[in-house]
């Protein structure tokens, strides 16, 4: 299905009713640069959330659908220029590919919610499927949309490090040290279950990003990994702690760490490079600035802004205000939402650097070549590759 540049594209959403966080982060993204509108959703297994939050986004009552079947049923009754064209899928994990598959065989583009599914054969299946279809799919990796991730991407494929030798990537959360399962807090709930949440907890809550990000600004896949995962609470059945120690395809080293039990730690996603030459350091919490070392030369800090004369073009485009003025988590979730909207409305756009159905492949590789490596006593184990 192809959209006209004429007109803002349709969206729909499955989930993020009253009380979820990500739903209500996505719709607030989505509307950021004005290219996107949303039409119709389910929102909620519960009735009364489900038709609650329609109410409040401002939905037509006939569009409030009572089950994501029932909205791919009667959105493709309508006409073509009043139907859903995109569906964003923001349930728990094992939902993604089942919603996935239907929304693209009804001939709707998708954005979906990360990790892309619970198995690899799975995703890989949703691979193939879309391999035949001329429809989008991306994934909502946020932190791929910040402008000086992209920047510091620029820099490592332009050799300012030199051959990287080492990569250091790490994401604390402190949300889950204590048992808010047991609170009966939904969203700890349904990720220490894994008939929704999959077959890694922390590893592919936010591990799954922090492996993203490596091989996003390195350029380079991750070959082979050791791994050691732990769960700290007494009947927590999903890992809520993760060490890797890695090596990349060119030769580079690093570790990754996870952990959802490191209190008083919030979104602490960093990551360092380094190379023969120089390195390069990030940090999601000060998006803003990137910090760069040298050899030959004195540190200097990089920041964030339009019309930043040493910025790359690749940075500029995903800038909207001067430096100074700060950007984060939205505009980054914005910046993919914008850069799908352009591919829906170009079918030869290659939307490069976009997190699509690759980046979903290797997150789930990485999770179960984690989990093999952990039952193996943290044995060094090879990561499948895409198509082998």
């Known amino acids: 299905m192809q959209a006209h540049n004429s007109h803002r594209i349709r969206y729909g959403m499955i989930g993020g009713g009253q009380g979820a966080f990500i739903g209500a982060a996505h719709r607030r993204a989505a509307a950021l640069d004005g290219t996107l509108e949303l039409v119709c959703g389910t929102f909620s297994r519960d009735a009364g959330n489900n038709g609650a939050s329609g109410r409040e986004l401002g939905l037509a009552p006939e569009r409030v659908y009572a089950s994501w079947e029932a909205l791919l049923a009667g959105e493709r009754q309508l006409p073509a220029e009043q139907r859903v064209e995109l569906l964003v899928i923001v349930t728990p994990n094992d939902l993604h590919v089942p919603i996935a598959e239907a929304a693209l065989a009804a001939g709707f583009h998708v954005f979906s919610e990360k990790p892309a599914g619970t198995s690899l054969a799975q995703v890989q299946h949703l691979a193939e499927t879309l391999a035949a279809l001329p429809l989008r799919y991306a994934l909502a990796h946020t932190y791929l949309g910040y402008p000086l991730v992209w920047e510091a991407r620029e820099r490592v494929a332009r050799g300012e490090l030199g051959a990287l030798r080492k990569i250091h990537v790490e994401y604390p959360q402190g949300w889950l040290a204590q048992d808010l399962a047991a609170t009966g807090n939904k969203q700890a709930t349904w990720r220490d279950d894994p008939a929704a949440s999959g077959p890694g907890g922390c590893l592919g809550d936010i591990g799954t990003h922090a492996f993203s990000l490596a091989e996003f600004i390195s350029g380079q896949r991750i070959s082979r990994l ?19 120690l890695f090596e990349t395809t060119e030769g580079a080293s690093g570790s990754l760490l996870a952990s959802q039990v490191c209190v008083g730690e919030e979104n602490g996603l960093r990551i360092r490079l380094y190379g023969e030459q120089g390195s390069l350091e990030w940090h999601q919490q000060e998006p803003n600035s990137l910090l760069q070392r040298s050899l030959d030369q004195p540190p200097r800090t990089l920041r964030a802004g339009l019309g930043q004369p040493w910025l790359s073009a690749s940075a500029q485009q995903r800038l909207r205000l001067p430096a100074g003025h700060p950007e984060g988590y939205l505009e980054a979730l914005a910046n993919l939402y914008r850069d799908l909207a352009a591919a829906i409305r170009d079918p030869a756009d290659p939307a490069a650097g976009l997190p699509g159905i690759t980046t979903g492949w290797r997150g789930l590789a990485f999770i179960e070549t984690a989990l093999a490596s952990h039952q193996r006593q943290g044995a060094w184990t090879p990561l499948p590759t895409l198509g082998a």
């Open 226 to 244: 050791s791994a050691h995962l732990r769960s700290h609470l007494p009947g927590r059945r999903l890992d809520d702690d993760v060490m890797v």
